[in-house]
Each structure stands twice: as C-alpha cells, then as structure tokens.
T-cell receptor, first 110, second 116 residues
Framework: AQRVTQPEKLLSVFKGAPVELKCNYSYSGSPELFWYVQYSRQRLQLLLRHISRESIKGFTADLNKGETSFHLKKPFAQEEDSAMYYCALSGGYYGQNFVFGPGTRLSVLP | GAGVSQSPSNKVTEKGKDVELRCDPISGHTALYWYRQSLGQGLEFLIYFQGNSAPDKSGLPSDRFSAERTGGSVSTLTIQRTQQEDSAVYLC??????????????FGPGTRLTVL
C-alpha cells in the first residue's frame, strides 16, 4: 500500500538556519513525489515536484529511491517560509492514486 | 484566470441531514480530486474523476458518500445522513490531466463542514 510519512509535526528553526523537512514513502512502483505548501490563510499549492529537479523559493528536494525519501531542504530559512508543508506521492498508471503525508508545520523564528 | 472555486465556504448542518458540496474546477482541466482534511489530520484522498468518470471510488469513507461530475466540469460531493465524524474541511483540486507525470493539482479554498 502507498504511504507517506512525515515524522515531525512541528519544526522550529531560527531565521538564517538550515532547514530539512523529512519525508519517507512506501510504494511498490515508481512514484512521482511532490511537496505542497499552505501558507496562513492561503490555498494549498504546489511547491516543487521531483521530476522537475527545480529549486523553488530556495527549496530543493532529492528523491532517494534507496532510502525511499524525499526530504525538503533549504540552506537559509526565512520568516516567510513559515507554513504547513505536505509531502505527496502520486502512483498508479494514470497518476490517480494521490497520497499526502500528515504535514509538518515549519515555524521560522526571528 | 479564475482558480478552483468551492461552495459553500462554510456549512453547518444537523446530524442526519444530507449535504451537497460543489466544486468548479479550472476551465479545461480534465482531472478533478476530492480530499478531506479533518482536525489535526492530513489530507485524505476521497475520489478522483477523469472527465465524468471516477475510476476509483475506494477512498470514499462509506456508502453515505457519493460524488458525480457532469459535463466534464462541475462536481458535487454528497454526504447523506451526516454524522459528527464527517465534520472536516473538504478540498477540491483540479489538474490539466491525470496522466503519468502527475500534473500539478490546483486546490480550491475548501468547504468547512460542521455537523452538530
């Protein structure tokens, strides 16, 4: 069965410190992995997807198939990064089996 | 352009009543998803539409839940005989397609359902 885990419910870091939001998954095939973010009073929105290999707002994430992980990293956290972050997995031939992790609330302290 | 819209934004109902939640996807998006977010919980996948068809209904919590999509556009999620445990935020999302590559899902603002 597909599963996404995010071990930290809350992560607090100081501004300028590195941040890593952990995500592990279980899936028998080749999944697509995503990070979605929800800022206060805003809609859930895509942050990045592993197939794009892009950096958005200074965040990067590398898919490690050996460790079945897709951790989100940023070298220098900013206060505006404070939000709820969800790791998500898309599987199935048509990509219809979408599973979200429980989310990690990131709080960047001044 | 207009994003995904959902109505109503808030719904308070009494236990045992039926409710209908509506989702208007982005024009041209063929895939539509429904999720539920309960207090303190993550996002729970409910159902997905490709066009008007729902290939997988296994995420619906019980037979009190049903969903339909007409004209490849608007979708309604119906909950019959609501229970208090149905209280949650119901989110709708749409994407251009649902093929491999996992098209970006665009989310609506959600409907907050409270069952008294």
């Amino acid at each position: 069965a597909q599963r996404v885990t995010q071990p930290e419910k809350l992560l607090s870091v100081f501004k300028g410190a590195p941040v890593e939001l952990k995500c592990n998954y279980s899936y028998s095939g080749s999944p697509e992995l995503f990070w979605y973010v929800q800022y206060s009073r805003q809609r859930l929105q895509l942050l990045l997807r592993h197939i794009s290999r892009e950096s958005i707002k200074g965040f990067t994430a590398d898919l490690n198939k050996g460790e079945t992980s897709f951790h989100l990293k940023k070298p220098f956290a900013q206060e505006e990064d404070s939000a709820m972050y969800y790791c998500a997995l898309s599987g199935g031939y048509y990509g219809q089996n979408f599973v979200f992790g429980p989310g990690t609330r990131l709080s960047v302290l001044p | 352009g207009a994003g995904v819209s959902q109505s109503p934004s808030n719904k308070v109902t009494e236990k045992g009543k039926d409710v209908e939640l509506r989702c208007d996807p982005i024009s041209g998006h063929t895939a539509l998803y429904w999720y539920r977010q309960s207090l303190g919980q993550g996002l729970e996948f409910l159902i997905y539409f490709q066009g008007n068809s729902a290939p997988d209904k296994s995420g619906l919590p019980s037979d009190r839940f049903s969903a339909e999509r007409t004209g490849g556009s608007v979708s309604t999620l119906t909950i019959q005989r609501t229970q208090q445990e149905d209280s949650a935020v119901y989110l709708c999302a749409s994407s251009l397609t649902s093929g491999r590559g996992g098209d970006t899902q665009y989310f609506g603002p959600g409907t907050r359902l409270t069952v008294l």
